[in-house]
């Protein structure tokens, strides 16, 4: 979402779990390195569309993504 300035959004995890049946996740980790500056790409950002993210390192997002309560929102709300 950050990445191309809101054109395309983050989908919010949703499980939709049968209560008789048991559940198995698989959870894979991948993005960018943890000093990686990442922000709005130049080819998404126009006059008409100006950045709505600013620019942040991989580690501070992650710091603070993990530092608060999400009460059902998306960390960049």
Do not use: W
Not at 25 to 52: C, H, K, Y
Request: proline residues 8%; charged residues 25%; glycine residues 6%.
């Amino acid at each position: 979402q950050i990445m191309t300035n809101a054109k395309y959004k983050s989908a919010e995890h949703r499980v939709r779990a049968h209560f008789d049946k048991s559940r198995l996740s698989v959870v894979a980790f991948f993005g960018p390195g943890m000093d990686t500056v990442v922000g709005p790409l130049p080819e998404m950002v126009t006059e008409e569309n100006p950045p709505l993210y600013r620019e942040c390192v991989t580690r501070d997002y992650i710091t603070q993504f993990y530092s608060k309560p999400l009460d059902g929102k998306r960390c960049l709300d």
